[in-house]
């Protein structure tokens, strides 16, 4: 499954492969392999990701096309 969502946020944030690699603690390598669906995305990663670019975990994989996250109390 080939995450586009997560290419256009880090293009739409002005970001490199490496920068976004860097913010998960991981190699260039494992995030693009990541952002082409090459490689499964741990749930960690994904809610790092939802908190960084302030979106739903559902919109990064492809469920809805909402980017707002759900009001929490």
């Given at each position: 499954?080939y995450?586009?969502?997560?290419?256009?946020?880090?293009?739409?944030?002005?970001?490199?492969?490496?920068?976004?690699?860097?913010?998960?603690?991981?190699k260039?390598?494992?995030?693009?392999?990541?952002?082409?669906?090459?490689?499964?995305?741990?749930?960690?990663?994904?809610?790092?990701?939802?908190?960084?670019?302030?979106?739903?975990?559902?919109?990064?994989?492809?469920?809805?096309?909402?980017?707002?996250?759900f009001?929490?109390?």
């Amino acid at each position: 499954m080939y995450f586009e969502q997560l290419k256009n946020l880090r293009t739409d944030f002005d970001k490199t492969q490496q920068e976004i690699a860097d913010i998960l603690n991981c190699k260039r390598e494992v995030y693009r392999r990541y952002e082409k669906g090459e490689r499964e995305i741990p749930v960690w990663a994904l809610i790092k990701l939802a908190q960084y670019y302030n979106v739903s975990i559902d919109y990064l994989l492809g469920l809805t096309s909402r980017k707002e996250k759900f009001p929490t109390e």
